[in-house]
């Protein structure tokens, strides 16, 4: 059952912005280079990991989303994310971490690896059960 439903579970998570990290993205730069230049930016890990995966480079891809999904985690909990409840995709800073929860999930899925990939889904139906369909993640 999800949180969204429980009026006594934790309340929504929502990460600050990662503003130049945002904005260096939509202006084209390259996303190592803001993934190198603020490093806790999700999102720019979650570009890319999804980049990775459309070429082929499912390892890489996997790295890159687990890079990004630690990083998401550290940011969670400095949030007061306890490891459960709702995180909304919504919220467009919460995004670059399920972003790289779907990611990691694809690429688990690909190289076989069950138990992460039900894993990954299971957290991101816990985070926002709109997510997986969201970012197409079967």
């Known amino acids: 059952m999800s949180s969204f439903l429980d009026l006594l579970g934790p309340q929504p998570i929502r990460l ?6 945002e904005a260096a993205l939509a202006d084209g730069v390259d996303p190592a280079q803001v993934a190198a230049d603020d490093p806790a930016a999700s999102v720019a890990w979650a570009q ?3 980049a990775a995966l459309a070429d082929g480079a499912t390892i890489t ?6 890079t990004g999904y630690h ?3 550290d940011a969670l909990r400095r949030s007061g994310w306890k490891g459960f409840g709702p ?3 919504g919220h467009e800073p919460n995004r ?3 972003r ?4 990691l999930a694809q690429a688990a899925r690909d190289i076989d690896e069950q138990d992460e990939y039900a894993r990954c889904l299971d957290l991101l139906e ?12 079967e």
């Open 16 to 21: 600050p912005e990662h503003a130049e990290a």
């Open 48 to 50: 890319l990991a999804e």
């Open 61 to 66: 891809a996997y790295a890159y989303a687990r």
């Open 71 to 73: 990083r998401g985690l």
């Open 87 to 89: 995180v909304p995709y």
């Open 96 to 98: 670059g971490f399920l």
């Open 100 to 103: 790289c929860v779907a990611v």
């Open 126 to 137: 816990d985070c926002d059960p709109r997510a997986a369909s969201e970012l197409g993640v």
